[in-house]
């Protein structure tokens, strides 16, 4: 029986230090990890807590992140409660399994700490490899700051591993900007962050002897279109059980967490759309904006996978302009969070201007004067009631500036 | 094998995951079991058993990744059970010739032949004890 661990109401944590207790308090299993910067603390805490009595379950210390997420797989299959932890490279490594780890139907939980992709090499933070998986069936939540880290990995395995989801969940933080940053952690105590995610329900599993299972079948043209297809209605069901744990979790705690955060959004007339912890550095602008008579919010989608297509477009359908922030090289296109803002408004019917900002690539600081900025151009275009300023501008990037799509060129 | 139409169900009607059960509720071998399907249409080549030559040693027995031996019960000498291979299955065997490497009889005991091979022209016309060569 692993020990308990005491906790004060108040700690000081870094995200990692944040996500580790989560992965603690859940009592996985069986953890296969690789070790990578930045989500190593992660990695290296549960491995300290279970050499120290604290962990019943399993370490398995694998060759490759490949490997690593193989053998989650491997132990999700056989029964058991399973979680791993990745950044950037060892993401990009694991992609092929993410895939597989979803089609079979796997609840395993992965908490990520953003990073941006080589080459040229970098370990700091962007949204590179969370856009890396973004179409691999799993379901991606964002966490702004340590506190978010924690929560978000609690309800990750109650969402995962609900018998109408049943589907692997990502948890983001940003690379040291929220995975490094020690700040104010309120954690529950043992027994009841378990009694939260309550005990593992196996489904299917390998290890029950009298019923020999098969997972992930081939299957081809007859097949393969209706398994994808069932699994994405799985994943556009999901928002209802994440929506009832976030419920349960704020009676437990008092902590509210919605599929869409919105702050100031009640009067807005221009809207910051941001992943991660420039949410927090636009609310920021956006109060400063407010001095200077801008109408300003700010909007983030707490799940990046499912995408709350209905949810932004009723948050942001009275909005004259919005700015998406995309945090990720969008390699001759518009940004990922644009398209699915621009996809969720058109969808619903609404003709809010739209323009899109490219930010923080390798962990290039992004501070309350960029995202202040960026409002000074949404007012620009809320006033003017058409685009005037490029469809897609790079922020605090060094040179001649560097935009694509200006009006009247 | 193409899919029985009677196995095509629709996207909300199979178990998720890709998941196949070997057996149903009452230990039967279920419809998804191996055993009921012939997965053997793509081989090209196959191999051809010769009893004759055979001292069932049971290497491809053990070798073969599908297990495609086929064996019976039989008494030896001393009174004692032992398998005995009596031939291959053709519905699961997909010529990957594993079982023709470990045969370690001097004149092999299972030989590759293009699939359309007659059997008996192919156990009539079986290699002959090689002369030595200098």
Redesign the interface.
């Known amino acids: 029986m692993a020990e308990k661990y005491e906790l004060k109401t108040k700690e000081v944590w870094d995200g990692n230090t944040a996500a580790s207790h989560a992965l603690r308090q859940a009592q996985v299993d069986v953890v296969a990890a690789y070790p990578i910067t930045p989500s190593t603390p992660i990695v290296q805490n549960y491995a300290q807590y279970l050499a120290d009595g604290y962990v019943d379950g399993e370490f398995v210390m694998v060759e490759s992140e490949h490997s690593a997420m193989s053998a989650c797989v491997g132990a999700s299959a056989a029964g058991g409660r399973v979680a791993t932890a990745t950044s950037s490279q060892g993401y990009a490594l694991m992609v092929e399994v993410l895939y597989q780890a979803s089609?079979?139907?796997?609840p395993i939980v992965m908490t990520v700490v953003n990073r941006a992709l080589a080459s040229p090499l970098n370990i700091h933070g962007d949204h590179g490899d969370l856009y890396l998986g973004r179409d691999a069936g799993w379901i991606h939540l964002i966490a702004n700051n340590p506190q978010e880290a924690y929560d978000m990995t609690l309800c990750a395995f109650k969402i995962a591993e609900d018998e109408d989801v049943?589907l692997p969940v990502s948890t983001n933080q940003d690379g040291f900007l929220v995975s490094h940053t020690a700040q104010i952690v309120e954690p529950l105590d043992d027994d009841t962050a378990y009694k939260f995610i309550g005990d593992y329900k196996p489904k299917?599993p390998m290890l029950d002897f009298n019923?020999?299972?098969?997972?992930?079948?081939q299957?081809e043209e007859?097949?393969h279109?209706?398994?994808k297809?069932?699994?994405h209605?799985?994943l556009m069901d999901s928002p209802k059980v994440i929506e009832k744990v976030f419920a349960e979790f704020k009676e437990l705690t008092g902590r509210e967490y919605k599929l869409v955060e919105s702050y100031n959004m009640e009067d807005a007339e221009v809207a910051v759309v941001a992943m991660g912890s420039n949410y927090e550095t636009a609310k920021i602008a956006a109060d400063k904006a407010r001095e200077m008579g801008i109408k300003a919010g700010v909007v983030c989608p707490r799940s990046f996978r499912p995408f709350p297509l209905e949810e932004v477009a009723e948050v942001l359908k009275n909005v004259k302009a919005i700015g998406t922030m995309d945090r990720s090289a969008p390699m001759g296109t518009i940004g990922a969070l644009h398209n699915e803002i621009a996809g969720a408004l058109n969808g619903f019917g609404y003709n809010s201007i739209i323009t899109g900002y490219i930010y923080g690539l390798g962990g290039r600081d992004t501070t309350v004067e960029d995202n202040l900025e960026v409002f000074k151009d949404l007012a620009m275009n809320a006033e003017a009631g058409k685009r005037v300023t490029p469809l897609q501008k790079f922020i605090k990037l060094r040179g001649p500036e560097l935009s694509f799509f200006k009006v009247g060129e | 094998m193409?899919?029985p139409t009677e196995r095509?169900?629709?996207?909300?009607e199979?178990?998720?995951?890709?998941?196949?059960?070997?057996?149903d509720e009452n230990g039967n071998y279920s419809r998804?079991h191996s055993k009921t399907y012939q997965v053997a249409d793509w081989r090209v080549d196959k191999p051809i058993f010769n009893r004759e030559t055979c001292i069932d040693c049971d290497n491809c027995w053990v070798a073969c990744p599908d297990s495609c031996f086929l064996v019976e019960t039989i008494e030896n000498k001393r009174g004692k059970k032992q398998a005995k291979i009596i031939g291959i299955d053709y519905d699961h065997c997909k010529g990957c010739g594993v079982c023709v490497e470990v045969c370690p009889t001097p004149i092999k005991s299972l030989l590759m032949f293009p699939e359309f091979t007659d059997e008996k022209e192919a156990l009539n016309n079986w290699p002959k004890k090689e002369d030595k060569k200098d």
């Open positions: 089609g079979m139907r796997l049943r299917n019923s020999p299972t098969t997972y992930g079948a299957t007859e097949w279109f209706e398994h297809a069932r699994q209605k799985a | 193409a899919t095509l169900e629709n996207w909300d199979f178990e998720i995951g890709a998941v196949l059960k070997s057996f998804d």
